[in-house]
């Protein structure tokens, strides 16, 4: 069946669908966290550490699943990905006790590790240069719009079903999505099927010539992990922000929650459009400034997210959040297509970069408890995400060293197989 093997139809009806599912149940817990921290009668604190774990245990295993994706290949990684994390969906509607949640968040961390990496390492496999960053802003906003709707969609479903079965719900939609990807996915699944629908001959192996690559990898790596202190703000912290500054109940904020997300989609799928217009207009004389705009883009961010943090008016952060999420979609955006552009080893420094923005996801939100519950004020939480900014920021004033061997041949799309 062609359209199996169709790039397009796979990017939107297989991988943004499927990060949409993962978007959905990664920020169910983050929604229903009001009621769940009173059903087991826990603090705040430990709510984020049950929260966060699975984040922690999926960044702990990027790099592994970045070996394993290139090893048994997308189609086996994605559908394993999904049937695994949706077990563990279900599962959580029958937890009783703390020691169950974190067992069945360590799973679902476990079962949603593969799937990002194996995802870019598809769009290398089945994308273009000049078409990276139009494609990765299509599967960021499958991600951003699950976390988008999971604000809204959860608080209905748990008020309507109640928190348990809107748990079950959601894991019972992925087992019959693993399915779906399983049977559909026709596209390369793993580097050397590539070749075959190149006409000039195969180029020999070259090995992966990782002390060159390890700054890139570095800046790349750090650069997200700051990226991602300032994203899980809004996956965590956000909630409970509201809440204690602001004064609303779990069901205002569980609806506020989704705001900052939209902006977040719709800003992925702008800057996707603007860079791949100006990409199309690079010389070589003028290239497209990446190191520039990222910059820009995580500076931006942090500053508008602490002060929103800072500010007194309701509408006056919401604002600002929105702002700082716009420049967590230009830095996302200019990641994952920089990440497309190693020419060997994709996937593992899909990993690398996962593993790094992942623990600071986990760990971040952490910090921002433990940092409000010892001073009970926001102004600190605000310095902190001025930190990371800055650190990130710093790592594209470090030397210039460009991708080594970047790989400027046209992927399979250049075939008609994958037309």
């Known amino acids: 069946m062609a359209f199996r093997r169709n790039r397009w139809f796979l990017l939107l009806l297989l991988f943004v669908p499927m990060n949409f599912i993962l978007g959905i149940d990664r920020n169910a817990l983050t929604v229903s966290s009001p009621l769940v921290q009173q059903a087991l009668g826990i603090d705040p604190l430990r709510m984020a550490e049950l929260i ?3 984040t922690a245990v999926y960044a702990l295993l990027q790099i592994p699943s970045g070996w394993l994706t290139e090893r048994i ?5 994605l559908a394993g990905a999904c049937l695994m994390w949706s077990i563990a969906t279900v599962l959580t509607a029958f937890q009783t006790h703390l020691g169950g949640f974190f067992a069945v968040r360590i799973l679902l961390g476990i079962g949603q590790a593969p799937d990002w990496v194996a995802c870019i390492f598809a769009l290398k496999l089945l994308f273009s240069d000049k078409e ?11 991600l951003y719009v699950g976390y988008t709707a999971s604000g809204a969609l959860t608080a209905y479903v748990m008020q309507t079903f109640g928190w348990r079965n809107c748990f079950l719900i959601y894991g019972v939609i992925g087992l ?13 699944s793993v580097e050397g099927q590539r070749q075959h629908t190149e006409a000039r001959p195969q180029t020999p192996h070259v090995p992966v010539a990782w002390r060159e690559m390890l700054l890139p990898v570095a800046q790349i790596s750090v650069f997200y992990g700051g990226v991602c202190s300032v994203q899980g703000f809004f996956h965590v912290t956000f909630p409970h922000f509201m809440m204690d500054h602001h004064h609303l109940s779990a069901g205002q904020a569980g609806r506020l929650f989704s705001i900052p997300w939209a902006s977040l989609y719709g800003s992925v799928l702008l800057w996707g459009m603007v860079i791949r217009v100006f990409k199309r207009r690079e010389t070589a004389a003028r290239p497209f400034p990446a190191a520039h705009v990222r910059l820009f883009g995580i500076i931006g961010a942090a500053a508008f997210l602490a002060s929103g943090i800072l500010c007194s008016s309701l509408w006056g952060a919401m604002t600002l959040f929105v702002l700082a999420m716009s420049g967590v979609g230009l830095c996302q955006v200019l990641t994952w297509s920089h990440v497309q552009s190693f020419p060997r080893a994709t996937a593992v420094v899909a990993g690398c970069t996962a593993l790094v923005g992942n623990w600071m996801s986990s760990v971040g939100p952490v910090w921002t408890e433990m940092v409000f519950k010892s001073t009970h004020v926001w102004s600190p939480v605000a310095a902190l995400m001025l930190v990371y900014g800055t650190i990130a920021g710093g790592m594209w004033l470090l030397p210039n060293r460009s991708v080594p061997d970047r790989d400027e041949q046209m992927t399979p799309v250049a075939g008609a197989e994958f037309e």
């Open 73 to 77: 290949g997308v189609r086996y990684a």
């Open 176 to 188: 019959v999505f693993s399915a779906i990807v399983f049977l559909c996915y026709g596209g390369p």
């Open 132 to 142: 990276r960053e139009a494609a990765s802003s299509l599967l960021l906003g499958g």
């Open 52 to 54: 966060t774990i699975s």
